[in-house]
């Protein structure tokens, strides 16, 4: 059984940077796709940035793009989110997670296809 572990959150002004770290243990890790998402009080949980098994694919949504980037190390079966030019308004708890009963490219940012989440971590920007 795979299990996520975030790591990397914190808080910062805004115009800072962050890096999240999701380690992920299990031998099968690099099979699946993986997504990061992330929840503000009130708000539903949200897709933030998605990437394929293989690593050669990311979707973003629109109002990260250019400022976030998602990547994965299979060799250390980490995926990360590098976040530049944060605003206050990203302000949330933030999730990894991973498909793994699927390969497709569709709805990779829907919340409701992964079937494998980590207990989020916070992130807080100050303005």
């Known amino acids: 059984q795979v299990q996520l572990m975030e790591s990397g959150g914190g808080s910062v002004q805004a115009g800072g940077s962050l890096r999240l770290s999701c380690a992920a243990s299990g031998p099968t890790y690099s099979r699946f796709f993986m997504g990061w998402f992330r929840q503000a009080p009130g708000k539903e949980r949200e897709g933030v940035a998605a990437i394929s098994n293989g690593g050669g694919a990311a979707w973003y949504d629109d109002s990260v793009k250019g400022r976030f980037t998602i990547s994965r190390d299979g060799a250390q079966n980490t995926l990360y989110l590098q976040m530049n030019s944060l605003k206050p308004e990203d302000t949330a708890m933030y999730y990894c997670?991973?498909?793994?009963?699927?390969?497709?490219?569709?709805?990779?940012?829907?919340?409701?296809?992964?079937?494998?989440w980590g207990q989020g971590i916070q992130v807080t920007v100050s303005s």
């Open positions: 997670a991973a498909d793994t009963a699927s390969d497709s490219w569709a709805g990779v940012l829907n919340v409701a296809r992964y079937n494998l």
